[in-house]
């Protein structure tokens, strides 16, 4: 079955890290860029970072510049998003997503989305 | 930074009827790199359209996509019950990809 499953989320402090994983099937995950885009609690989607797929490219939104890292492992046919010095506005719903491409696509698949909460 | 501008932010319709849903972007963008989506309740998004004006696989053909550079627009012709949800429109031209605010089409 072609999928996205994320996992990781979870409850974490400000100032906390969290370390999401996004395992994928079905399709050949080196063929293609992924991204991460959340969605805070009844509010609309936001891109988050992009990764191509020869990892060569990554971009991050201003709002997880510096605090995100992206990281792909093709080998494990997995994607990651490393979050330290979370903030309360971080509180949100994460989708792995797959590009229609090996570069910039639309995203044509997503992931079930893990919540993830940053309170105290 | 893109920005994308989606009106009517809610619009009411009956099923059979057409919607019209518009997307503005702030500067210019390559219709290769613009797309449509549909979220419903508790659901991750589905893309319905990309490059503008290109059906996803499986997507029923009463939806359709058009404009370019900096106005384009979702067209649902005979609304059927499961097309009330929220539209997002998005950019992935230029980093930061950008997302419109959505525009919900709900039951009138």
């Known amino acids: 079955e072609v999928q996205l499953v994320e996992s990781g989320g979870g409850l974490v402090q400000p100032g906390g890290s969290l370390r999401l994983s996004c395992a994928a099937s079905?399709?050949?995950?080196?063929?293609?860029?992924l991204n991460w885009v959340r969605q805070a609690p009844g509010k609309g989607l936001e891109w988050v970072s992009y990764?191509?797929?020869?990892?060569?490219?990554?971009y991050y939104a201003d709002s997880v510049k510096g605090r995100f890292t992206i990281s792909r492992d093709n080998a494990k046919n997995s994607l990651y998003l490393q979050m330290n010095s979370l903030r309360a506005e971080d509180t949100a719903v994460y989708y792995c997503?797959?590009?229609?491409?090996?570069?910039?696509?639309?995203?044509?698949?997503w992931g079930q989305g893990t919540m993830v909460t940053v309170s105290s | 930074e893109v920005v994308l501008t989606q009106s009517p932010g809610t619009l009411s319709l009956s099923p059979g009827e057409r919607a019209t849903l518009s997307c503005r972007a702030s500067?210019?963008?390559?219709?290769?790199?613009f797309a449509w989506y549909q979220q419903k309740p508790g659901q991750a998004p589905r893309l319905l359209i990309y490059?503008?004006?290109s059906r996803a696989t499986g997507i029923p053909d009463r939806f359709s996509g058009s404009g370019s550079e900096t106005d384009f627009t979702l067209t649902i012709n005979r609304l059927e019950p499961e097309d009330f949800a929220v539209y997002y429109c998005?950019?992935?031209?230029?980093?930061?990809?950008?997302f419109g605010p959505g525009t919900k089409v709900d039951i009138k």
């Open positions: 997503t797959r590009s229609n491409s090996s570069g910039r696509g639309a995203f044509d698949m």
């Open positions: 079905g399709f050949t995950f080196s063929r293609y860029a």
């Open positions: 990764n191509s797929n020869s990892k060569s490219t990554i």
């Open positions: 500067q210019s963008v390559t219709s290769s790199y």
């Open positions: 490059g503008a004006s």
């Open positions: 998005q950019q992935f031209g230029t980093s930061p990809f950008t």
